[in-house]
């Protein structure tokens, strides 16, 4: 839509108020809760969120940090970018959560600005609930302050849904092998496997899983042609190579018990 003006001040395109739950007329969008719009340079248009711009903006993504008006979905004024509108008749709260350097605004998380990632976090802050590993790059949850570091462990696309981390709004999980993935993608991803999709190590403690594998091995007969048969496997939580008795599908570490393997060669006698 070609930008037509109303008095002196311009009509852009998306100058109404949009809605995170249209029921419950709670304003925002999918990705936020906020009372407000961002007005965009690069395509003169309004948008709520950048993550909104990028969605529907042909072939470029918005820089945030050069963002320095947004729109009041109260009053729809466009003015300077700021937690509360600035037109005295409105005086709207933006969101309860509001970074200049980031120009995010959110009203329902808890959210913190890491000043070593430079951007916005998830979560309660640096020294609460998260710590910055300087060598990884990246804000880690200070359950896991013994992690496997990687560098640069955000700076990749989540494996499971292809979004970039480091800049994703999304909670991200640090896996024990010290690959990362969003906390929503790893939920539904270990309801079928247990192994990590890069590198394939275990991804949590199976030692229970395992035990009951021990069981079902112990039952198992197998056939008297197969019996003294022995295949060579691969642990990828040990890494170690060793003989394990043939199997059709399982197959256990003799160093770490693991049956996180794969089979390299079968025992032709």
Not at 125 to 141: M, P, Q, V
Not at 231 to 260: L, M, P, W
Request: charged letters at 25%.
């Amino acid at each position: 839509m070609a930008t037509t003006t109303n008095g002196n001040e311009e009509e852009i395109q998306g100058r109404h108020p949009s809605y995170h739950d249209a029921t419950k007329l709670l304003l925002g969008c999918k990705h936020y809760v906020r009372s407000c719009k961002l007005v965009t340079e690069c395509c003169n248009k309004i948008y709520t969120c950048t993550f909104c711009h990028d969605e529907e903006a042909d072939h470029h993504s918005i820089d945030r940090t050069r963002i320095t008006k947004m729109m009041c979905m109260k009053c729809l004024a466009i003015q300077p970018i700021g937690q509360t509108c600035s037109a005295a008749s409105c005086n709207m709260f933006m969101a309860k959560y509001y970074c200049s350097i980031c120009k995010l605004f959110d009203d329902r998380r808890e959210i913190y600005h890491c000043p070593y990632c430079n951007v916005c976090r998830v979560g309660t802050g640096l020294g609460i609930d998260y710590f910055h590993c300087k060598k990884c790059n990246a804000c880690i949850s200070k359950s896991c302050l013994v992690h496997v570091c990687r560098e640069k462990c955000l700076d990749e696309k989540c494996p499971i849904c292809h979004e970039y981390m480091f800049t994703s709004s999304r909670l991200v999980k640090a896996l024990p092998c010290g690959h990362m993935m969003h906390s929503t993608c790893f939920q539904d991803y270990t309801r079928t496997n247990y192994a990590c999709p890069i590198c394939s190590k275990s991804v949590g403690d199976m030692q229970v899983y395992f035990e009951m594998l021990d069981e079902l091995m112990a039952e198992e007969k197998i056939p008297d042609e197969y019996s003294d048969r022995t295949q060579v496997i691969i642990c990828n939580d040990c890494e170690k190579k060793g003989d394990a008795r043939f199997h059709c599908q399982y197959h256990k570490c003799s160093t770490c018990g693991s049956y996180n393997t794969r089979v390299l060669e079968s025992d032709s006698t």
